[in-house]
Structures are given as C-alpha cells and as structure tokens.
C-alpha cells in the first residue's frame, strides 16, 4: 500500500496506526535522510549540483538550506530528485523484499510525493491523507516554524490535494481530532486486511487470452506509446513509472507526466493501451479491478486531458480482465461494461463517452473473431481495432510477427513479480 497526501495533512499519525494494528511500514523521509548522510555518495552529488551552501559545519546536509533552494525551483527539485529518488527506491525494493516469503504481510510506504514522482502505481492500493486546507497551513506552520508565505511555498510545490484525491482508492480524512484520525486508520487497517485475505493466484489461462487481445488489437498508441513499447519498458522497469514512460512519449514530456497531456495532441485513443495495461496488471499479481481502473486512469492522464476519453480506457481494461478470466469467452459484453462503469468513471474523471458501444456490439456478434469483429465494428462506425483487441482475447496468435516480443515481455513481467 502507498500512503500519501498533503504535508501536514497526519500522514505520519496513520502510518504510526497502521504500524500499531501489525502492518508494515516504511517512511521514504527517513530512507531518504539515509541514503544523504553525511559521507554518502547522494549527498557528494547534491553538493556538487547545489554548491557547498547545503552542506553544514559538521558535514551532513543542510535540509533547510536545500529546501529555500528547490521548493520554489520546479527545475532544481527535478534534478535533486534524480539524485534521491533512485536511491530511495532501491532502498525500499530491498525492504519489502525481506517480506517476500510472507503473503499475509500488508506493507505501507509512506511518502509525501509518490503521485507526483509517477511511481504509485507500483502500489496494490492507494491511500491519500488529507484534512481541511486551512488546518493544512495552521499545522506546517507551527510544525516547522514557517512564516505563511513559506508555508503556503511548500503547500504549492506539491500537487493540489484535490487532484491527488483522483488517483486514491481510499482515502482518510484527518481533519479532525487525533482520536478522530486514529479511528479512521483504524477502519483503514482492517480493510487493507480483508483485502490481503482475498488476494488469489491468477489462472494462466488469463494471460494467455490477454496476449491474443494485444497481438489481434491497435498496433499504434496515443503520442506513439504502442501497446507493445509499453510493456516492453514495463518489463525494462520492473514497472508502469510515469515519469519514465513521459520520456518515451513523441514528442518526450517536457513537464511533469501529469501536465504532459497538455503538450500535445495524442493522435490515437487512450483505449488503445487499455488491453496491454489489462495483461501487465494480471501478469504482476491477482486479478484486482480497482487496481487496474487506477492504473489505466494513471496511464491515460498521461496523454489524454478529456476525461470521458480516459474513462473509455478504464472501461476497456476492466472488460478485458473480465473476459480473459472467462477464457476469452466474452458473455454479455454491454453488460459487463455497465458494471464497471462507476469504477470507470472514478479513475477516469467522467462517465464514459459511450463511443465503445459499437465495440460491445461487434464482439458480441463476432466473438473470438477478430477479423469479423473489426468488420462488423467499422460498419458500425466504431474503432476497428479495439473490437479487434476485445475479440481477440485467447484468439489463436500462431504466425504472428508480434506475439514473440510480447510474450517475452509478458514473461519477464510474471517473473519480476513472483
């Protein structure tokens, strides 16, 4: 679990709580004063960028020093994260590996900045931590001694708490009191573990009907991210980073990935990942519906500023997990996509467009009939390749030219996950 939200929003009395009730935790501020200590390699390197005015008389780092420098510098924050962040995920990786022969451990990393820094999606569910913004601005204040417009500086080097909120599968209101906030950590802890108590093995069969959506699906993504160069660098990664995947992107972001959408036309629908995010989200672990509706909101806010369009997306992949668990057989496919729509809707920011209905249509008529399908859908006047992709859930992919690559990069996706 990712535990985030607002600093001085009560991160940190949650994480305490959960800590508490038995769960795991880790605070990436206290693994990232680690990896700078004094004599570390991360903080020779941050000297070297930022001059020895970050440095203090006795050699460890300066935080406040550093901070006057980088919270008002989006381009200064950038490059000390590119010093830190590595590091702290290593140090995490290696962390969490200590539980790995441990199923029924529920860990919570907590970090102020994991939706900004692109890497929540490596996190079965995400928790944000919030209260009411003038009690965000009275706690920083008292709690670090700033005036408010240093305050307010470091309130507005962070993404506004209601965007956060966006991407959060659950979320914890720490507005009121202490006791308040304990019982809400409280409610949280026991249902993070009835969800670990429900987490099951994925059948191969699933991943072997989602490889048949991908090879007969759009070859082409929105600014030339192909559903195959995705799980490709997925693989690569070790995981879906959007910060990552922005510089993959035609033309690479030039911003931070949740403002990258804004930088150009996307050329192809977000939908069009919605089956490779449907393979790669099976392939790391158990079929989890809300866990993908996250991960194909993430993905399509990366290119994608409509939201009805990103809410297409998260609909497709929630069908195709459906379907791949039933063989590839697709039932009532209208159907399906009415019950995952609210959840569509949550991570996609607004109700579907309703331009899928002709993709429902045509893999009704012509199911596992990926040829027929794309027919039967263009004369509908409806996108031909994703009802090629929907049909062609555990479709036969024998000849094909790309079915190699990409069981290669389904394999190394299982593998880095078990």
């Given at each position: 679990m990712g535990l985030?939200?607002?600093?001085?929003?009560?991160?940190?009395?949650?994480?305490?709580?959960?800590?508490d009730r038995g769960f795991q935790t880790l605070d990436l501020d206290a693994v990232a004063?680690?990896?700078?200590?004094?004599?570390?390699?991360?903080?020779?390197?941050?000297a070297a960028l930022?001059?020895?005015?970050?440095?203090?008389?006795?050699?460890?780092?300066?935080r406040a020093a550093l901070a006057g420098l980088v919270f008002a510098d989006p381009a200064a924050r950038a490059r000390l994260n590119a010093i830190v962040h590595p590091r702290v995920r290593a140090a995490e990786a290696r962390w969490a590996g200590t539980f790995a022969g441990r199923p029924d451990a529920v860990l919570v990393t907590d970090a102020a900045l994991l939706v900004e820094a692109g890497v929540h999606l490596r996190f079965d569910r995400l928790v944000v931590v919030q209260c009411d913004a003038g009690q965000q601005m009275s706690r920083l204040r008292a709690r670090d001694g700033l005036d408010e417009r240093a305050a307010r500086a470091r309130i507005e080097a962070q993404m506004p708490l209601a965007e956060k909120r966006a991407?959060?599968?659950?979320?914890?209101?720490?507005?009121?009191?202490?006791?308040?906030?304990?019982?809400?950590?409280?409610?949280?802890?026991?249902?993070?573990?009835?969800?670990?108590?429900?987490?099951?093995?994925?059948?191969?069969?699933?991943?072997?009907?989602?490889?048949g959506g991908v090879v007969h699906g759009p070859g082409n993504g929105p600014r030339g991210l192909a559903p195959a160069s995705l799980l490709?660098?997925?693989?690569?990664?070790?995981?879906?980073?959007?910060?990552?995947?922005?510089?993959?992107?035609t033309p690479p972001a030039a911003r931070p990935w949740y403002e990258t959408a804004e930088e150009a036309d996307p050329g192809a629908a977000a939908a069009n990942l919605a089956v490779a995010l449907a393979?790669?989200?099976?392939?790391?672990?158990?079929?989890?519906?809300?866990?993908?509706?996250?991960?194909a909101g993430s993905i399509a806010r990366l290119t994608h500023t409509n939201a009805a369009a990103r809410?297409?997306?998260?609909?497709l992949a929630l069908v195709a997990q459906e379907v791949a668990l039933a063989a590839g057989a697709p039932g009532d496919v209208e159907a399906r996509a009415q019950?995952?729509?609210?959840?569509?809707?949550?991570?996609?920011?607004?109700?579907?467009?309703?331009g899928l209905a002709p993709v429902w249509a045509a893999v009704s008529a012509r199911p596992r009939d990926p040829d027929g399908a794309r027919a039967e859908c263009a004369r509908r006047g409806g996108d031909p390749a994703l009802a090629g992709a929907l049909a062609g859930l555990g479709a036969p992919v024998e000849g094909s030219r790309r079915a190699g690559a990409l069981q290669a990069s389904l394999a190394a996706i299982r593998s880095g996950s078990s």
């Open positions: 985030t939200g607002g600093i001085a929003c009560g991160k940190s009395r949650v994480l305490r709580r959960l800590g004063r680690e990896v700078t200590a004094s004599g570390t390699p991360a903080l020779a390197e941050i930022f001059g020895t005015r970050v440095v203090g008389p006795d050699g460890s780092l300066d991407f959060a599968h659950l979320e914890v209101d720490a507005s009121g009191s202490v006791q308040d906030t304990d019982r809400a950590a409280d409610a949280l802890a026991a249902e993070l573990a009835a969800l670990a108590g429900t987490r099951r093995d994925l059948p191969a069969v699933a991943v072997g009907a989602l490889l490709a660098a997925a693989a690569e990664a070790g995981g879906l980073e959007l910060e990552g995947l922005g510089r993959r992107l393979a790669w989200a099976l392939c790391r672990g158990a079929a989890d519906a809300p866990f993908l509706a996250g991960v809410a297409d997306a998260c609909v019950r995952v729509e609210r959840l569509a809707t949550r991570f996609g920011g607004a109700p579907p467009s309703g």
